[in-house]
């Protein structure tokens, strides 16, 4: 028998709906990415389907696609 994970099991085990799982993970996210700026790391941003390198300052400098 194949085992196939359903992730509404985990979900469920913490406690917290899909909803509350995902708002921890963006919060977790943002700061992720304010912890690598506040050390001069710059960051991956995807803004319209197009990857960028976000730096502290705020600049986003393009990231050539393969296509590109």
């Known amino acids: 028998m194949k085992k196939v994970f ?3 099991v985990g979900i469920k085990i913490m406690g917290m709906s899909p909803e509350e799982l995902e ?3 963006q919060e977790g ?3 992720a990415i304010a912890r690598m700026h ?3 790391v710059p960051s ?3 803004v319209d389907g ?3 390198e976000q730096h502290p300052d ?3 400098v ?3 696609s393969k296509k590109d």
Request: proline residues 8%; hydrophobic residues 45%; charged residues 15%.
């Open 62 to 64: 393009p990231i050539p």
């Open 29 to 31: 996210v943002k700061l």
């Open 50 to 52: 197009k990857m960028y």
């Open 44 to 46: 991956i941003a995807v």
């Open 6 to 8: 359903d992730a509404n």
């Open 23 to 25: 708002s921890l993970a």
């Open 38 to 40: 506040s050390q001069g």
């Open 58 to 60: 705020g600049k986003m």
